[in-house]
T-cell receptor, first 115, second 112 residues
Framework: AAGVIQSPRHLIKEKRETATLKCYPIPRHDTVYWYQQGPGQDPQFLISFYEKMQSDKGSIPDRFSAQQFSDYHSELNMSSLELGDSALYFC??????????????FGSGTRLTVV | QKEVEQDPGPLSVPEGAIVSLNCTYS??????FMWYRQYSRKGPELLMY????GNKEDGRFTAQVDKSSKYISLFIRDSQPSDSATYLC????????????FGQGTILTVHP
């Protein structure tokens, strides 16, 4: 079965550079979530989109922005990167009405390293 | 104080042991409770989902919720080396597209 696809799997950037992370949800899923997981930390919610509109916002820095496109894929744009942004970034998708009983399906993540 | 507190472990048990993983929470708005398993370098994978207080069993796994005490548990019976992973509890306030709030995760190692 198709899963949540994230690209790239690994990304190395220098401080103050910009990074773009992509997420392709499960087909027909209408909601996308972004989480940040630091080393040894639990995933922290960043932002979510339902039907291409922002539905909730968590602890996302102002340097980060995200959007969901007409084909439901989502991109997380990160500017002025800092060392502390090094983390695993997960995308998850769900279908409203089924999201909770079936859980959200997570991708394998993008590991961002800022040097 | 974090909304969800999870016993950090790590836990190391022999194969066949019963494992107990626990989380407490402070937000009364949480209505849905989940347990995720995360292998190294992988995304979290849903193990169990519960809504009401009580027990829910699925094979070797039992999820327990006590809303009055704001306490949830996951029991693993007859643990196997393949169960070695990080286990995360997660909660949601009840909206169908709402965010999940995770516990810190417990690293479990089951040795043969």
């Amino acid at each position: 079965a198709a899963g949540v696809i994230q690209s790239p799997r690994h990304l190395i950037k220098e401080k103050r550079e910009t990074a773009t992370l992509k997420c392709y949800p499960i087909p027909r899923h209408d909601t996308v979530y972004w989480y940040q997981q630091g080393p040894g930390q639990d995933p922290q919610f960043l932002i979510s989109f339902y039907e291409k509109m922002q539905s909730d916002k968590g602890s996302i820095p102002d340097r980060f922005s995200a959007q969901q496109f007409s084909d439901y894929h989502s991109e997380l744009n990160m500017s002025s990167l800092e060392l502390g942004d090094s983390a695993l970034y997960f995308c998850a998708s769900s279908l409203v009405g089924q999201g909770l009983s079936s859980g959200y399906t997570f991708g394998s993540g993008t590991r961002l390293t800022v040097v | 104080q974090k909304e969800v507190e999870q016993d950090p472990g790590p836990l190391s048990v022999p194969e066949g042991a019963i494992v107990s993983l626990n989380c407490t929470y402070s937000n009364s708005a949480f209505q849905y409770f989940m347990w995720y398993r995360q292998y190294s370098r992988k995304g979290p994978e849903l193990l169990m989902y519960t809504y009401s207080s009580g027990n829910k069993e699925d094979g070797r796994f039992t999820a327990q919720v006590d809303k009055s005490s704001k306490y949830i548990s996951l029991f693993i019976r007859d643990s196997q080396p393949s169960d070695s992973a990080t286990y995360l509890c997660a909660m949601n306030g009840g909206t169908s597209y709402g965010k999940l709030t995770f516990g810190q995760g417990t690293i479990l190692t089951v040795h043969p």
